[in-house]
Structure formats: structure tokens, C-alpha cells
């Protein structure tokens, strides 16, 4: 049986590169504000050190709930197409829209993709539970030193 090529759809490249510009852009946009906020913060501490210190605890807490909560969402995407995929034993599995063209694996092969979709999802997983909990517990490590 010939190989299946699924081909690329025009909207998913424009849909990718607009996500592209947005994600560059809410980073450049982040790491102007972290900026701003660190020299806010030297400031304070030079008049309220325990109000700066609060301040930093913060947000280095929200800094962990959201890296947490991005590591979470990717992992169940990623969860979710895996089971998809292993689901209709194809990868990629029928209606997702596709920015290249890709050979489609189809039995085995696509089930032992899935398996490892569904191994990175875990992976991704447990590294934001750990991840969230390292950096939320990370200041009070830091008090003790």
C-alpha cells in the first residue's frame, strides 16, 4: 500500500505564524515589564525591605502557578491528540489541520507514536508538578540559607 500524504492546510500556517507573533511579542512584552518590576523592587528594598521581599515572593509564586498551569495545558493537548492518534491507529490522526505535508503513519507505527505522545505528556506533567512546587517552596528555601 503507497504511503498517505496528508497535505498542508493554508489557514493552520497563517493560524501558526500569527500564534508565533503573538507568543514573540507577549515575550518581549514580559521581559520589558520584568525589568521594570526588578527596578521597582531594588527601590522598594531600599525603603521597605520586607514589603520588596513580599513583593518578590510574589512573584516568583506567580511566576510558578503560571509556568504550571502552560505545562499542564500542553500537556493535555498532547495527551489528547495522542489519544486521538492512537484511538484511529493514523498519526496524524484525520481533521487535524497540518502546516507541512507529512507522510501519515498508520498501525503500529502510529500507535507506538501515540505511546510516545502519551509518554511526553506525562513527562510534561510531572515536570510541572514538580516544576510549581520547586519555585512556590523556592523563597522559603531561600529565607533558611
Do not use: K
Not at 515589564?33 to 520588596?52: F, G, I, K, S
Amino acid at each position: 500500500m503507497p504511503a498517505q500524504i496528508q497535505l498542508p492546510d493554508s489557514r493552520a500556517r497563517r493560524t501558526a505564524v500569527l500564534l508565533v507573533l503573538a507568543i514573540a511579542f507577549t515575550g518581549a512584552v514580559a521581559a520589558v515589564a520584568t525589568n521594570r518590576y526588578v527596578e521597582d523592587l531594588r527601590e522598594m528594598a531600599r525603603e521597605d525591605p520586607d514589603l520588596a521581599i513580599y513583593q518578590a515572593v510574589l512573584a516568583i509564586r506567580l511566576l510558578a502557578v503560571t509556568i504550571g498551569v502552560l505545562l499542564v495545558g500542553f500537556a493535555a493537548w498532547l495527551s489528547h491528540l495522542s489519544l486521538r492518534s492512537y484511538r484511529a491507529a493514523c498519526f496524524p490522526p484525520p481533521g487535524t489541520r497540518l502546516i507541512r505535508e507529512r507522510t501519515v503513519a498508520t498501525g503500529d507505527a502510529a500507535r507506538r507514536q501515540a505511546r510516545l505522545g502519551f509518554a511526553l505528556a506525562a513527562l510534561f506533567a510531572v515536570a510541572a508538578v514538580g516544576l510549581t512546587a520547586f519555585l512556590w517552596h523556592f523563597p522559603t528555601l531561600l529565607a533558611r540559607v
